[in-house]
């Protein structure tokens, strides 16, 4: 193998057409075996040295799934520009895919292929690759994700300008029999194009599900250095403001002695700050709740995710 170009320029490539890539069957054995060449799903392989990535995967599924399959779910998602992988799954590589009722599915490994209710108009064309729609997409997610990233996926996509809420909500109100609508269609309701990230959405809906008013999200704040601050979600009247901390921005110190000063500013124009990560919005602490309840006035229904 050369050690300047990647053998078949990295791409993808069937079993059987080892030979007209210029390899015996002796010789691709020696390859794989020798770890030149890598099998990434079913009978696919590729050059070692290329990136094992989510669109290496997806290139890979298309040489040997059904022509009838469609891209789906998180990695639909994905290929319209959203990440709706659970924080575990965000280096999995698995494409989905669907196929309707009735179709041949691919059961390889490294492949997740499912059966489902699938009309014309859910599918689209994206670069030559058929995947669900938009709003399929997202109505999907919503009715198979846990419910916290449920909301974030669709929050996203809607961020994203790839869905309007309503349409979502007016699709979902069509389908019938489907798994997991019941959940979809609540959720619907709260779709928020201003969400800046999923740790906003999943405390949103923590303070939903605690039976407490619909907060605004990204609230534009004045503070008292003059300053325009967002906060993730407020109660305007209330003077009420909810921050979620990511690990990713609000862990050095730098970003803790910037949040800090931000906080005080705003405390300092009557605004109240109730600040959590994702240890209290998750399990069975429920001083979050109990700490903006108590703001409100309000008792937080108990826990159930």
Known sequence: MSDVEMFHGGQPFLHRDHVELGLSRAEFRARLGAGDLVRLVGG????????????????????????????????????????????????????RWVVPHGRGRTRLTGVDCRQALLDDDDVTDLG??????????????????????????????????????????????????????????????HIEPRSASPG????????????????????????????????????????????????????????LDHDADRRELIRAVGYRVVVTRREEVFGSDTSFEDEVGALLGMTPIARWW
């Open 44 to 95: 696919v392989y590729a050059d070692a040295r290329a990136d094992d990535s989510r669109e290496l995967r997806v290139q890979a599924t298309r040489l040997v799934v059904p022509e009838h399959a469609v891209v789906c779910d998180e990695t639909a998602a994905w290929l319209w520009g959203v990440d709706a992988h659970r924080p575990g799954d965000r280096h999995r590589f698995t494409p």
């Open 200 to 255: 906003e959405s999943w405390t949103r809906l923590r303070l939903l599900d605690a039976g407490f008013p619909q907060p605004t999200a990204q609230l534009e704040v004045v503070d008292a250095s003059g300053v325009t601050r967002f906060l993730d979600l407020a109660y305007r009247r209330r003077r009420i403001g909810v921050e979620f901390d990511g690990r990713e921005f609000h862990t050095a110190e730098a970003d």
């Open 128 to 189: 030559g690759l058929r995947l669900t729609t938009p709003v399929r997409t997202t109505s999907d997610l919503l009715r198979t994700q846990w419910r916290p990233y449920a909301l974030s996926s669709a929050d996203a996509m809607a961020a994203a300008g790839l869905v309007r809420p309503m349409d979502v909500r007016q699709y979902l109100a069509g389908l019938k029999g489907y798994r997991g609508i019941r959940q979809a269609r609540v959720l619907a309701r």
